[in-house]
């Protein structure tokens, strides 16, 4: 009887369990989708807080270094502030007193001043008024040197020397005078003087009449007793000293010194001497080349100056037939327009 009913039982809920048993399943299916996407959710937060903690962590690195360097920045400034305050402080440096000054009242601010402001891109060239002193001076710390000694230191006595063989009031003609004193002491001597450089010349004299014109561009019927041309032809048509760039400019130039003397003006000329070379400012001609811009020129006096370092300078001879070696020359030369 058991059996019966159990059986029964069962054909009778049969339908009934089987809908339970769908219903069940599709709660299981539910409930593993509703995990995994619990999972996927958890996955996402968790990748975009790793996210987030890198981007916060790389602002606080590019923080730090842009606070480094503005740290940096602002120590450089103030760095500057304090140098510019030092440099404001070296114009002072007549205002010491009118006392004698000491070497210990020069600091670093006030050597560094006096090197711009008394070299040859300092104030008076500034004003057209640079001249080229035979020694120039270096300013240091509680010290003044000696920073070198250049040609002018033999230049200008060999120049004057030859000059006195040509009596005051002679007509004397000065190529390249605007860094030079020397045509204005001839003119102060009682020579008549008249300076072409397309420069021009600061210094006015009344024994001084100024050209400011290339040699080659000046033209004067009377002929010149002297003619002067210290340190000027190597640098004339190179391009420097406001010359034009030509080529043999130097030969015309000399070709310009001719027609303006005759037979007997004497020439004093002096230019560097050794291995030819030319750069932007200057040629250095050797034996061949500066006999042939001296052609028509009887040579009286030929002194050879050489550099022995930068404080010294000694004859090495007496004749330009052979080149010089070694250390920078110059060729001082006196002759005479042969008749």
């Not at 619990?38 to 790793?50: F, H, M, P, S, V």
Request: with cysteine; charged share 25%; net charge negative.
């Amino acid at each position: 009887m058991k059996k019966q009913l159990k059986s029964l039982f069962t054909k009778t809920s049969a339908p009934a369990l089987r809908w339970f048993e769908h219903r069940f399943d599709r709660v299981e299916a539910n409930q593993n989708a509703a995990e995994h996407s619990a999972a996927l959710i958890l996955g996402c937060q968790l990748e975009n807080q790793e996210s987030l903690e890198h981007s916060i962590s790389m602002q606080l690195k590019a923080s730090e270094i842009i606070g480094r360097t503005l740290a940096s920045q602002t120590e450089l400034l103030e760095s500057v502030d304090l140098r510019l305050v030092e440099i404001e402080r070296a114009p002072s440096l007549p205002l010491l007193g009118a006392e004698d000054l000491e070497l210990v009242q020069l600091d670093r601010s006030g050597a560094d001043y006096l090197n711009r402001a008394l070299g040859w891109r300092g104030f008076s060239s500034a004003a057209g008024l640079f001249v080229n002193d035979a020694i120039n001076h270096h300013y240091e710390p509680s010290r003044v040197s000696v920073l070198n000694i250049n040609e002018r230191i033999a230049e200008l006595p060999f120049a004057f020397a030859e000059a006195a063989k040509v009596p005051v009031p002679a007509r004397v003609l000065d190529v390249g005078s605007s860094e030079s004193t020397f045509c204005l002491s001839l003119a102060t001597l009682g020579y008549s003087v008249t300076a072409v450089d397309p420069r021009g010349y600061a210094f006015p004299h009344s024994n001084l009449v100024v050209q400011e014109i290339e040699i080659s561009d000046f033209v004067l019927e009377e002929p010149f007793d002297l003619i002067v041309a210290l340190s000027t032809i190597e640098h004339i048509g190179i391009g420097h000293y406001l010359s034009q760039e030509v080529d043999d400019a130097d030969f015309k130039a000399m070709e310009s010194l001719r027609r303006l003397s005759r037979p007997g003006t004497r020439l004093i000329l002096t230019t560097p001497f050794g291995e030819a070379s030319r750069d932007e400012v200057q040629r250095i001609y050797d034996t061949e080349r500066l006999a042939s811009l001296l052609s028509g020129w009887e040579i009286e006096v030929a002194t050879i100056l050489q550099r022995a370092s930068e404080t010294e300078w000694n004859i090495i001879g007496n004749s330009i037939a052979e080149t010089p070696k070694g250390e920078f020359a110059v060729a001082m030369i006196s002759a005479v327009l042969a008749g």
